[in-house]
Structures are given as C-alpha cells and as structure tokens.
C-alpha cells in the first residue's frame, strides 16, 4: 500500500521556522522526483519545491533562500525546511511523487503563520 505521511503542521508567527518530513512507503522511493505543493484558500495547488532522483532541486520564486528540500533515500523521506515564514505561507501542503508513469499525494497538512 503507497503512503505518503506528512508531519504535523502548526501555528507559526511570521519569521518563524518549520520543517516538515514526508515518511514514504509502498513504492521504490529512489526512484521517484519528490515535491511539496501548497494550496491557500481560494488559490489553485502550486508547487513549492522539488527535488529530482539525482539531487537537483527547483523552488517557486516566493520561496527561494527561504525554503529548502531535500531526501534521504536510506529513509525513504523528503524534507522541507521552511524558514523566515511569512504570512503568505499560509495554506495546506502537501507531499508528491512523481515518476514517468505514476503520482502519489501526501494528505496534505495545514501551516498557519500569523501574528
């Protein structure tokens, strides 16, 4: 069974920091691309960094030098560092996998920065 578990979100105030994990089971994670996407309310699902089988990453402009991705094969997980949060973080997240043929979604998880 494929799972994607995120950890927990929170409640933050602005510059705050976070990192969240996402534990994958059930397929070959080494194999797969590894993203984390965010959706605020009223807005579409956008991606927010990624990162390739190889190590290569790529991040949305409203996170760059303030996010960081990155994966530990050994321990099938995928990080997001968060730091200097703003207001403008606020939304659910969510963990992917992607390779040529398949997605997986995380169950998303919520993060609030606010004052």
């Known amino acids: 069974q494929v799972q994607l578990v995120e950890s927990g979100g929170e409640l933050l105030q602005p510059g705050g920091s976070l990192r969240f994990s996402c534990a994958a089971s059930?397929?070959?994670?080494?194999?797969?691309?590894m993203s984390w996407y965010r959706q605020a309310p009223g807005k579409e699902r956008e991606l927010v960094a990624g990162?390739?089988?190889?190590?290569?990453?790529n991040y949305a402009d409203s996170v760059k030098g303030r996010f960081t991705i990155s994966r530990d094969n050994a321990k099938n997980t995928v990080y997001l560092q968060m730091n200097s949060l703003k207001p403008e973080d606020t939304a659910v997240y969510y963990c992917?996998?992607?390779?040529?043929?398949?997605?997986?979604w995380g169950q998303g998880t919520q993060v609030t920065v606010s004052s």
């Open positions: 992917n996998a992607r390779s040529r043929s398949t997605i997986y």
């Open positions: 059930g397929f070959l994670f080494s194999y797969y691309a």
């Open positions: 990162i390739s089988t190889t190590g290569g990453t």
